[in-house]
């Protein structure tokens, strides 16, 4: 059974830290996704990274896609109370089904 | 450009009552369509996943089903209610398997 990891759980600084969120695996994915989710609403697509060593940014967010494909960290630099919410990983597993795996996600508050 | 709706938003039910949730989707023919569960504030578990009208597949037994009456429109039903299928309840949809999937806005079941 393929699993993702994520950590840490739960993560509160002040407004201008930057934090790293880490989604890993011992299994290899042919694509992973992150989502921004707020309370009440469906998860919101970030990014797809799909090649092995891709960084890709998004503003303050910098993602980046393990070499072996089993692993993803997003990095928020200046982190801003609008980055406030639920971060979730996915990634397809190898069946083929289009099933997405998700992490457990990550609650970020950041406190003014 | 394509847009995805779930109704109700919310909905408060009483244990053994029947369920209809409904999921529908714009700007795009033959989509792959997804239900998924979100307990809170964590990952979501995929229920049922459809690649065309009529095709259901199940990916966890449960006390739920699914149908897909036409192209566009995945509905989520229940003959008696439990308990534990209180939830955020989540429509996807992706354009083929494996693709990235995009989500409603989802469904708030609370069954007393």
């Known amino acids: 059974t393929q699993l993702l990891e994520q950590s840490p759980q739960f993560l509160s600084i002040q407004e201008g830290e930057n934090l790293t969120v880490y989604c890993n695996s011992s299994s290899v994915f042919s694509s992973l996704q992150w989502y921004r989710q707020e309370p009440g609403e469906g998860p919101v697509l970030l990014v797809t990274?799909?090649?092995?060593?891709e960084v890709k940014k998004l503003k303050r967010l910098t993602f980046q896609f393990g070499d072996a494909r089993k692993d993803s960290s997003l990095h928020i630099t200046a982190a801003q109370p609008g980055d406030t919410g639920l971060y979730l990983c996915?990634?397809?597993?190898?069946?083929?089904?289009?099933?997405?795996?998700f992490g457990q996600g990550t609650t970020l508050q950041v406190k003014p | 450009s394509q847009t995805i709706h779930q109704w109700p938003a919310t909905l408060v039910q009483p244990v053994g009552s029947p369920l209809s949730l409904e999921c529908t989707v714009e700007g795009t023919s033959n989509p792959n369509l997804y239900w998924y569960r979100q307990a809170a504030g964590r990952g979501l578990q995929l229920l049922f996943y459809s690649v065309g009208i009529g095709q259901i597949s199940s990916e966890v037994p449960q006390n739920l089903s699914a149908s897909r009456p036409q192209d566009r429109q995945f509905i989520l039903s229940s003959k008696k209610l439990l308990l534990s299928d209180s939830g955020f309840y989540l429509c996807?949809?992706?354009?083929?398997?494996?693709?990235?999937?995009?989500f409603g806005p989802g469904t708030r079941l609370t069954v007393l």
């Open positions: 996807a949809w992706s354009g083929r398997l494996g693709d990235t999937q995009y």
């Open positions: 990274v799909v090649t092995g060593g």
């Open positions: 996915a990634g397809h597993g190898s069946s083929n089904t289009g099933k997405l795996i």
